[in-house]
């Protein structure tokens, strides 16, 4: 059974908002970090929000101010909310959960993965159009 269950995501216009949730609740570990990673085709995938144990996050400058990652710790669910998108958010999202921090902070304000991840979700499309 997969460990990361991703729901949310779909269509949008430029403007809009969209939230993506993760239930990590088949995440073997009781401490765990979490990130949003997105995906376009050709492109390297990008760090977009992490979410650390303690509850500090980080972000990538592309979309720090427009997107929220927020978590219940118990539950082992972690969302994104992102608002004010842009047809450059047109991208597959994908949720990672680790022991240790998922991501680092790279140069030009973008996030970059820490290292091979313990456990991804499917991932889910959002599609901004003008």
């Known amino acids: 059974q997969a460990q990361l269950v991703q729901s949310g995501g779909g269509s949008v216009e430029a403007g809009g908002s969209l939230t993506l949730s993760c239930d990590a609740s088949?995440?073997?570990?009781?401490?765990?970090?979490m990130g949003w990673f997105r995906q376009v085709p050709g492109k390297e995938r990008e760090g977009v929000a992490a979410?650390?144990?303690?509850?500090?996050?980080k972000y990538a400058d592309s979309v720090k101010g427009r997107f929220t990652i927020s978590k219940d710790h118990a539950k082992k669910i972690a969302w994104l909310q992102m608002n004010d998108l842009k047809e450059e958010d047109t991208a597959t999202y994908l949720c990672?959960?680790?022991?240790?921090?998922?991501?680092?902070?790279?140069?030009?304000?973008?996030?970059?993965?820490?290292?091979?991840?313990?456990?991804w979700g499917q991932g889910t499309p959002v599609t901004v159009s003008s």
């Open positions: 979410i650390d144990y303690d509850g500090s996050t």
């Open positions: 088949r995440f073997k570990y009781s401490t765990y970090y």
């Open positions: 990672a959960a680790d022991r240790q921090t998922t991501m680092l902070v790279g140069p030009g304000g973008t996030l970059r993965q820490a290292n091979a991840l313990d456990a």
